[in-house]
């Protein structure tokens, strides 16, 4: 059976990265992906706030995810994508719309089910 290609994608809130965060999250997803039998193929990663989607880093995952260069997302965690639901929301449904699942090693694999709003009732 082959082994799923994966892309690893990175993120931390801060101008730069002076304590080596950025590279600690790209350590464990490279770990995680290993104990998944995934195949890193390529990374990204972006330094600044979640509430902007324009980053370029989470801008080449959506070029190479579009182009089907690889099969699984890896993010340290769901806010990693971003701390804007409906964007994320919008975010996970481009991707999965590409073939792609996400996975995080905190959350497993990360699906659209996980934002379900319960529904409600006006009276």
């Not at 409906?86 to 990360?110: D, H, L, R, W």
Request: charged share 20%.
């Amino acid at each position: 059976m082959d082994k799923k290609s994966a892309w690893i994608y990175c993120r931390i809130d801060a101008p730069e990265d002076t304590h080596g965060v950025l590279k600690g999250q790209y350590e464990r997803l490279e770990t995680y992906a290993a104990q998944m039998g995934f195949v890193v193929v390529g990374s990204s990663q972006d330094l600044g706030s979640g509430l902007n989607f324009e980053r370029p880093g989470l801008q080449t995952v959506l070029e190479v995810a579009k182009a089907g260069s690889f099969q699984v997302l890896l993010v340290d965690s769901v806010s990693r994508i971003g701390r804007d639901m409906a964007k994320t929301v919008n975010f996970i449904q481009t991707i999965n719309g590409c073939g792609i699942s996400i996975y995080s090693p905190m959350e497993g694999e990360i699906k659209l089910s996980d934002f379900a709003m319960p529904p409600f009732h006006l009276r």
